[in-house]
């Protein structure tokens, strides 16, 4: 079955720090890869898509992604962390549906 | 991008009662809007496709007697957790698509708690 993976519960990092939330997929052909952000109590918000073409993709909020083939992967990196950072995020693809099947999510905690 | 509303954003009830969850696109039309749940902790799943005019299509798994879905309108659809059991408590979130691939809009959610 075709997937995504989330393989860290948590990470923490310090405020200024870079940050990298990894995600490897499991999808035939090409897949579309999205990063959503969750924070308590409100709905997901997206950072960043990648459908095609350059691999590095730039999103909201500072946060940019790399799609590596080779390796499966598709990492949500940020060079210097906030403490504002701290939420769930959530790695997806589109099932060629339109609806998304999400990772196991990531809870990011910035540290001070 | 799109705008989604849900009401109420949090609601308890007692056990064998329905409870009915309403999801809006403010400013999109939207034919088709998805339902997700949310476990604590965990992520969110797929649970049905809500089609304006015609039947939801729901995913494996996912009782359409218990998960009612309707969506009459191209700006409402709503989800009712009929004969609701405290298993059901859950945080259900509904999502509208948008436009080409362009990513999903989703609402703030509803947190059903089942006594």
């Known amino acids: 079955a075709q997937s995504v993976a989330q393989p860290e519960d948590q990470v923490n990092v310090a405020e200024g720090n870079p940050l990298t939330v990894k995600c490897t997929y499991s999808?035939?052909?090409?897949?579309?890869l999205f990063w959503y952000v969750q924070y308590p109590n409100r709905g997901l918000q997206f950072l960043l898509k990648?459908?095609?073409?350059?691999?590095l993709v730039k999103g909201s909020y500072g946060f940019e992604a790399e799609f590596n083939k080779s390796q499966t992967s598709f990492h949500l990196k940020k060079p210097s962390a906030l403490v504002s950072d701290s939420a769930l995020y959530f790695c997806?693809?589109?099932?060629?549906?339109?609806?998304?099947?999400f990772g196991s999510g990531t809870r990011l905690q910035v540290q001070p | 991008g799109a705008v989604v509303s849900q009401h109420p954003s949090w609601v308890i009830c007692k056990s064998g009662t329905s409870v009915k969850i309403e999801c809006r696109s403010l400013?999109?039309?939207?034919?088709?809007m998805f339902w997700y749940r949310q476990f604590p902790k965990q992520s969110l799943m797929l649970m049905a496709t809500?089609?304006?005019?015609?039947?939801?299509?729901?995913e494996q798994g996912v009782e359409k007697d218990k998960f009612l879905i309707n969506h009459a309108s191209l700006t409402l659809s709503t989800l009712t957790v009929t004969s609701a059991h405290p298993e059901d408590s859950s945080f259900y979130i509904c999502?509208?698509?948008?436009?080409?691939?362009?990513?999903?809009?989703f609402g703030p959610g509803t947190r059903l708690t089942v006594l």
């Open positions: 999502s509208e698509p948008g436009q080409g691939d362009n990513e999903q809009f």
């Open positions: 990648y459908i095609t073409g350059d691999n």
């Open positions: 999808v035939s052909g090409n897949p579309y």
């Open positions: 809500s089609n304006e005019g015609s039947k939801a299509t729901y």
């Open positions: 400013d999109f039309q939207a034919t088709t």
């Open positions: 997806a693809f589109d099932t060629g549906r339109r609806a998304l099947t």
